[in-house]
């Protein structure tokens, strides 16, 4: 399996709190992701990076933000947590060296209450 | 813009009957394939790809898909289901760019395998 860790692994949060969630690689692949998975809608993707300080916006990447340091590290940020953004966040990544596809984390259940 | 059209959010089959899960894409250009598969909570794993050459493509644990580009499908079948192929499954098409392989995916068909 590919290194990649999300941390937290569940997260109970208020409405109007910061929220940082966490991706860590140990696989030195240049691109990583952000997802979001909500029933009915698949996995959207909110932000992603193809190195480090490079980042780009997603399909839905309202009320986020993100920052990548250092290769391994990619952070996601909900600067004001709304409940609208209850949701499973997945990190993934993916090689630059012509392989197409990505690997995923094994998720983060954020819920906003 | 790409997108994926996945026809059934449910599908249940016996054990031992062929499993076809339908994926229809929307692609301006050449399109990359995927299917990925979802366990209970797990992440995402590749199931198969398609990106040039043939066009029938074998995957893991006896999955297949073929692509037809007349008919824009990509649909995933298994000749024999199996209980443990009870998951989620989920079609992508990806923009292959500067930022990398950002893939689309499709709303997600949960499979359910029945004795």
């Known amino acids: 399996d590919a290194g990649i860790t999300q941390s937290p692994r569940h997260k109970v949060t208020e409405t109007g709190t910061p929220v940082t969630l966490r991706c860590h690689q140990t696989?030195?692949?240049?691109?990583m992701y952000w997802y979001r998975q909500d029933p009915g809608h698949g996995l959207r993707l909110i932000h992603y990076?193809?190195?480090?300080?490079?980042?780009d916006k997603g399909e839905v990447s309202d009320g986020y933000s993100v920052s990548r340091s250092k290769t391994e590290d990619f952070l996601l940020t909900l600067e004001s947590a709304t409940s609208s953004q209850t949701s499973v966040y997945f990190c993934?990544?993916?090689?630059?060296?012509?392989?197409?596809?990505?690997?995923f984390g094994s998720g983060t259940q954020l819920s906003v209450l | 813009a790409q997108s994926v059209t996945q026809l059934g959010s449910h599908v249940s089959v016996s054990e031992g009957a062929l499993v076809l899960l339908r994926c229809n894409y929307s692609?301006?250009?050449?399109?990359?394939l995927f299917w990925y598969v979802q366990y209970p909570n797990q992440g995402l794993q590749l199931l198969l790809k398609?990106?040039?050459?043939?066009?029938l493509v074998k995957g893991i644990n006896g999955f297949e898909a073929e692509f037809k580009k007349s008919e824009t499908s990509f649909h995933l079948t298994k000749p024999s289901a199996h209980m443990s192929d009870a998951a989620e499954y989920f079609c992508?098409?990806?923009?292959?760019?500067?930022?990398?392989?950002?893939?689309?995916f499709g709303t997600g068909t949960q499979l359910k395998v029945e004795l």
């Open positions: 993934a990544i993916g090689s630059d060296i012509g392989d197409e596809k990505l690997f």
């Open positions: 692609s301006s250009v050449p399109p990359y």
């Open positions: 990076s193809y190195g480090v300080k490079d980042t």
């Open positions: 992508a098409v990806s923009e292959f760019t500067g930022g990398g392989n950002k893939l689309t």
């Open positions: 696989e030195n692949h240049r691109y």
């Open positions: 398609y990106t040039t050459g043939a066009t």
